[in-house]
């Protein structure tokens, strides 16, 4: 899993905001759960990428899926591991609490992007030349904080942080992902882009595999959620960041004072709360920044959430013949702020 900042056992996390029986489940080893992919809601998820496999010719390529950690594929293992929280409506609150859920159309990008991963490994494609002079050496380190160029040409674009730059092999998932997304139109929309090569690579490797079993089977799994002994409070002080400090030390007031108006002092009677504008376009904000920026999506709701904390507290609204112009602003202000944290690890330069 991705390192992230160590957070305290007292550092609150915003549970209270969940409803009462996800609650109760905060004391619980999540191997005593129960939880399975059967009856689930995640059945259908696989069934639908059983769908576009099949559809793309696929006959052999059906990799097993499992419930862990975080979305993933052990290195060498054709098989795709789910995160658990989505196998239960009351989980499904808890993660939404502190990261936002998946949405379907996200949850089927993921589940393509690892397919890509467990294709790689079923064929062994990323042991021949062609592959690796293609996307780059496999064995390459890995590195969770990459350089990437935006907007490159030479990567097709698919999940949030511009991924296919971080590592060939995730290069290879994510024009795998491309290429088997239902009416992607991968041939037009990447017209002369570098990328095409790469699909075209795909596309032609789909047709030749089609008909032929992987060489690898079966995979071994590597952390599965009966072998999860942590609760699930645990787990998510283990895995949720802690960047209220960095957030702390934002100078937010004088920075929210030239996007808002003070109530106090303003003539105008045509005025809206900024922070019911804020929690209106919360998602969304989050969304782009985090889409576009590549930063990690708990970070970008926790700083959008210490903005909403103090415009409420200093009760800062907008004209309402300006609503759209103060949230692009605002989306502006946290990119920024974002890619402050990208390139120094921190939100300001100090």
Not at 176 to 196: D, H, I, M, Q
Request: glycine fraction near 4%.
């Amino acid at each position: 899993m991705t390192p992230v900042p160590e957070r305290s056992s007292t550092t609150p996390l915003p549970f209270e905001r969940t409803p009462p029986d996800a609650r109760e489940l905060l004391p619980i080893r999540i191997r005593e759960l129960g939880l399975k992919i059967e009856g689930s809601q995640v059945e259908k998820f696989v069934q639908q990428l059983h769908r576009e496999l099949e559809s793309k010719g696929l006959q052999h390529f059906r990799p097993a899926c499992y419930l862990t950690d975080q979305w993933g594929c052990p290195s060498g293992e054709p098989v795709i591991g789910i995160p658990f929280y989505l196998a239960d409506r009351r989980l499904l609150a808890l993660e939404d609490s502190l990261n936002d859920i998946e949405d379907d159309r996200e949850i089927m990008m993921y589940m393509r992007h690892e397919a890509g991963h467990a294709f790689n490994y079923a064929y062994e494609l990323y042991k021949t030349p062609e592959w690796r002079k293609m996307f780059g050496p496999f064995r390459r380190a890995y590195r969770e904080n990459y350089r990437f160029v935006p907007f490159s040409r030479q990567y097709v674009r698919h999940i949030a942080g511009w991924y296919a730059q971080k590592h060939p092999d995730e290069d290879f998932a994510e024009t795998f992902a491309v290429w088997l997304t239902p009416r992607s139109n991968w041939r037009e929309k990447y017209k002369g882009w570098g990328a095409t090569k790469k699909l075209r690579y795909v596309d032609r490797v789909g047709h030749e595999l089609a008909d032929r079993p992987p060489v690898r089977l079966v995979g071994q799994t590597d952390f599965t959620v009966e072998e999860m002994e942590e609760t699930i409070e645990e787990f998510y002080r283990q895995n949720f960041p802690d960047d209220t400090q960095e957030i702390g030390d934002l100078a937010l007031d004088i920075d929210l004072d030239d996007i808002f108006l003070r109530r106090e002092g303003t003539s105008s009677e045509q005025l809206r709360a900024a922070a019911e504008l804020i929690v209106e376009h919360r998602r969304s904000i989050v969304d782009k920044v985090t889409y576009w920026t590549g930063v990690r999506r708990s970070t970008v709701k926790t700083l959008l959430e210490a903005i909403l904390k103090r415009v409420t507290e200093l009760d800062l609204v907008v004209e309402t013949e300006r609503q759209s112009f103060s949230v692009v602003e605002l989306t502006v202000y946290v990119t920024t702020l974002a890619m402050n944290y990208l390139t120094r690890r921190r939100f300001k330069q100090r």
